[in-house]
């Protein structure tokens, strides 16, 4: 089974700390709806992983202090976080 893919990079507002809660899951919420099974976004470095609509959106947050990464085994995502 294929799976469709995103990966963005959406612009914002740095002073808004609250748009991981709006702006990026409504971003990630619409490619969902229009067909896409994952949405991979970065930029406002706070790891999340969330079901929305029966898609998959992932916040990899950063490498420099949370240490998260994501796996894609071509049907799952999952966060990850290294441990030294």
Known sequence: MACTVVIAH???VH????YESTGM?????????????FVVMGHNHIPSCQTIDGGVYV???D???E???AVF????????????
């Open 59 to 61: 916040n990899l947050g």
């Open 25 to 37: 899951v409504d971003f990630a919420a619409n490619k969902i709806k229009e067909g896409y099974d």
């Open 63 to 65: 490498w420099i202090f």
């Open 67 to 69: 240490n998260t990464y």
């Open 73 to 84: 085994d071509g049907k799952k995502i999952k966060l990850k976080k290294w441990v030294d």
């Open 10 to 12: 959406k612009p914002s």
């Open 15 to 18: 002073k808004q700390k609250a």
